[in-house]
């Protein structure tokens, strides 16, 4: 079977010498250090992607925290002689059916958006984060409760359940003012929409905690509760958080939905979802759509900087998904 | 005469990855003859540009990779000037590829047979009734028991190895004159690795097909191949025929990884080094004045039961470990030897206090640890037993620095002050001969052989006795394996350990064991000396682990 004369393009063949030094023991140390959240930040650093969507929400969050830099039109004060008026000097993009100013009303009505969805995807993530993780780590009885329940919750869609709950709540608490108002969205929002991710930090917490490293912090006599807090949830939080930056503008997108038919914020409060409400007519006739477009643009342009920011933070944190 | 055209001929090839816009060489001016029937191997640690240059053959590189220069000429034709629908015309019905994983290469979704019948039919051999007819045909060809009911299985149904001689029947099914086999059988037991390869030599002997074997041993190498290409950093760096290269390695590199092969090394050598390793690690223990007894744990009647589900509402019983008896003496090493699925795993375990055995006791000194109760004892107990385990990529915390992992230990049992600790970080990490500039590191900025000294260096921070060493060097490359191995009998001698070790791999177990422990379906079925293991084994099951150790019978010169 072995041939003693090599045929040709066969014949012995020796290198010469190279450093062939094993790797082994040197450390490069050409570049600092490199956790990985800073490697997560170097990736997203590097995706224009991200630099986009985070200038567009430094914008929004300027427009939600000083209003009146930009406007010093009372939002709530109306005109009905310029009713329906056209785009013109002083009043950018008109007026509405009710003489508002629409600029003014796009500009403040970006507080009470970005507002419910930041609060409901903080409150949605603390809860979601620690009943996943505490059912994914202990499992048994606790995950089964936890785990049935959050199926439950996950089984009634989200807005038909914050219609009902919101619907239930204005019998009883009808005159709820501005944060009232955004307090009982945010609540409705956040009830039906643990589930999500909770399910997310429990199936992350199963993986890593059969982790080896798990197992050799154990064998160190490391504590349950010092496993789940040092090991087992700094390595579960990246798809948490991925999660949640995606679901904060479906947050802000179910907002303007439950005001739209009238049972989220109370009309008094200035919001897109209220203004795109009150443009219904406009929308049957076809006239002046001005009075649509400019809320509705607000609306689009804020959803889509988060949902852009949430893929930027999934390609950073989660390479693997990455194409 | 033989035919003295090549059948494949690659000649200056580079291989090129685009990263941010940079080219990153995967593989530099490889040259490469294979003539019809022949095997040809090409041997070199992970990240060698080895599979790299498999893929480029059949035109399978995978992302950014694109050949940069070099032609690969099959026969007299040029693949790569081909434009890419004639190339892709060459993949399996000429050129046929056996890839690496049987798990994930098969798809859970189809019959085993559809999957065969798949080849057939894109490749215009037979359509219909009659492929169905030949998918059988090439399941027993592969050496697959009952083909006919084999091929209306999906893959779940199948063990590994018969997946694996599913692929080969794929692979073949197109007649090819040349397969690639990417290392076909790194992920199958020894044994069935043996049956695998046995087979494979015997089918493409009579079909006449040319084989290239992509393998990281070159033991394995060595025996099946007629010529050898050794690859290191995307160069070859020797090659010419197999057994002359073995004898007589003239590179620098090829005679460092000869050297370091477990299955290669001369026996006699390897044990008598791990006998004077043995003597003075217990001459260390006896200096202490420590030995309350002479063996530091007894492991007794150890049996674990897993219960599963089974049909309906019923469990059923998974005998996991049954009946393990074995001592530890102080300052040696024990050996677990066995297949996947053979208990080692759950033994180690249980030793460790992990998982409490359903039957059966472990002494640590003389005390039943089932026995330890209450934080502050069981605490003493843990930092006395340490594990290693194996996997360099999950064992340690990503989240950790390299100083927090090693301090770790030392903050849970409260030991030191602040730059005490840090004096004893600097310390371990010399044990273990890490610079101190990889404290500040992390896991991922680390090579596997770092990590697994990492681990190490951890698992030594409380003096621990007894190390247990879960396949702790099972994932390393050959080189960085021998160096690990090598530490690890420095540390004996240096602290006068006691092992524990686990692994599935014979071959290693020369180089660190005194008492070695065969295990078969949760049972031991050999105990002895790890000499008495390798010159005189009783039973016929180690006899057939030994004789699968690729390339044993090679003489090396010398």
């Known amino acids: 079977m072995h041939n003693h004369t090599p045929r040709q393009g066969q014949e012995r063949f020796v290198a010469p010498a190279v450093s062939s030094e094993l790797p082994a023991l040197h450390v490069d140390t050409s570049h600092p250090p490199e956790s990985q959240w800073k490697q997560a930040w170097k990736a997203l650093r590097r995706n224009w992607l991200f630099w986009f969507s985070a200038s567009l929400l430094v914008i929004i969050l300027f427009v939600v925290f000083f209003p009146n830099v930009l406007t010093s039109v009372d939002p709530r004060s109306a005109d009905l002689s310029h009713s329906l008026g056209k785009p013109q000097a002083g009043h950018i993009f008109g007026f509405d059916r009710q003489g508002y100013d629409v600029f003014s009303r796009t500009i403040h009505g970006a507080r009470a958006s970005v507002i419910i969805g930041l609060l409901t995807t903080i409150i949605v993530t603390i809860i979601g984060l620690f009943t996943g993780a505490l059912a994914g780590f202990f499992g048994g009885w606790l995950d089964t409760i936890v785990s049935r329940g959050a199926d439950i919750f996950f089984a009634i869609p989200l807005l038909l359940a914050a219609i009902v709950g919101l619907s239930a709540l204005n019998n009883v608490w009808p005159d709820r003012g501005y944060w009232g108002g955004v307090f009982a969205v945010v609540i409705a929002l956040a009830v039906f929409g643990w589930p999500q991710i909770t399910r997310i930090a429990r199936g992350a917490v199963l993986e890593i905690k059969h982790l080896e490293f798990v197992d050799a912090a154990r064998s160190l006599g490391a504590s349950k509760w010092r496993n789940l807090f040092t090991h087992i949830i700094p390595n579960a939080l990246p798809p948490v958080i991925v999660t949640a930056t995606v679901s904060l503008g479906v947050y802000i997108v179910a907002e303007a939905t439950l005001s739209f038919l009238g049972i989220g914020l109370p009309p008094s409060v200035v919001s897109w979802g209220n203004d795109i409400a009150a443009a219904q007519p406009q929308v049957r006739s076809g006239d002046n759509l001005h009075v649509l477009f400019f809320p509705a643009g607000a609306l689009a342009i804020t959803v889509l900087s988060f949902m852009l920011l949430g893929d930027a933070v999934r390609d950073a944190l989660d390479p693997k998904a990455r194409k | ?558």
Not at chain 2, 398 to 412: H, K, N, R, T
Not at chain 2, 491 to 511: C, K, M, N, P
Request: glycine letters at 8%; zero cysteines.
């Open chain 2, 1 to 558: 005469m033989v035919n003295q055209t090549p059948l494949l001929e690659i000649e200056n090839l580079h291989i090129n990855f685009s990263v941010d816009k940079r080219q990153v060489h995967a593989v530099q001016g490889l040259n490469l003859t294979v003539y019809e029937g022949q095997t040809v191997a090409i041997v070199g640690e992970s990240g060698s540009g080895k599979s790299t240059t498999a893929h480029a053959i059949i035109d399978l590189l995978p992302g950014t990779g694109h050949v940069a220069q070099g032609s690969i000429k099959y026969q007299g034709k040029d693949l790569v000037q081909l434009q890419q629908k004639k190339r892709r015309s060459y993949r399996g019905s000429h050129i046929g590829l056996v890839p690496q994983d049987p798990l994930s290469n098969l798809n859970p979704l189809y019959k085993v047979g559809a999957q065969i019948k798949e080849v057939l039919e894109v490749n215009d051999v037979v359509k219909g009734r009659d492929a169905d007819q030949r998918v059988i045909e090439l399941l027993e060809e592969a050496g697959l028991p009952d083909a006919q009911r084999r091929a209306k299985q999906y893959p779940h149904e199948f063990s590994g190895g018969m997946r694996q001689r599913a692929l080969i029947a794929a692979g073949l099914a197109a007649r090819p004159q040349l397969l690639i086999a990417d290392e076909p059988t790194s992920a199958l037991d020894v044994t069935v690795q043996k049956q695998i390869l046995d087979h494979l030599d015997v089918l493409t002997d009579e079909l006449g097909v040319a084989v290239l074997l992509i393998t990281h041993d070159l033991g394995l190498a060595a025996e099946r191949a007629d010529h050898l290409v050794v690859m290191y950093k995307g160069e070859v760096v020797e090659s010419g025929p197999a057994l002359e290269i073995l004898q007589d390695p003239q590179h620098q590199y090829s005679k460092r990884l000869i050297n370091a092969a477990p299955s290669l090394q001369s026996e006699r050598l390897a044990s008598r080094e791990r006998i004077a390793a043995r003597e003075s690690a217990q001459e260390h223990v006896s200096e202490d004045g420590q030995s309350l007894t002479d063996d530091i744990m007894q492991i007794q009647n150890l049996t674990k039961v897993f219960k599963l589900p089974g049909k309906g509402f019923t469990k059923t019983d998974l005998v996991a470990a049954q009946n393990v008896n074995f001592d530890l003496t102080r300052g040696t090493t024990t050996a677990l030897v066995g297949e996947s699925g053979s208990g080692k795993s759950t033994v180690a375990r249980m030793v460790l206090g992990l998982d409490a055995p359903t039957e059966g006791q472990v002494y640590f000194e003389g005390v039943d640890i089932s026995t330890i109760k209450g934080h502050g004892r069981q605490m003493k107990f843990r930092r006395r037993i340490q594990p290693v385990f194996q996997n360099p990529y999950a064992s340690l915390d990503p989240m950790f620095s390299i100083f927090d992992a090693i301090e770790e230990p030392l903050v849970v049992h409260k030991t030191g002050s602040r730059s005490e600790r840090e004096q004893r970080v600097r310390q371990l990490l010399d044990q273990v001969s890490l610079p101190h500039s990889a404290m500040n590191r992390y896991p991922n900025e680390l090579s596997g052989g770092q990590r697994q000294r990492v681990a190490i260096a951890r698992a030594l921070a409380l003096k621990p006795d007894v190390l247990v060493l879960d396949e702790a060097v099972s994932a390393l490359d050959v080189l960085v394996q021998a160096q690990i191995l090598e530490l690890l009998n420095e540390l004996q001698v240096e602290l006068g350990l006691s092992y524990l070790f686990i692994t599935h791999d014979l071959a290693v177990v020369r180089q660190i064991a005194d008492n070695v422990l065969v295990m078969r379906h949760g049972k031991v079925v050999e105990q002895a000396s790890a000499d008495n293991i390798f010159t005189a084994p009783a039973v016929e099951y180690t006899q057939d682990l030994l004789a699968a150790i690729p390339g044993r019978d090679i003489q090396l010169a010398g």
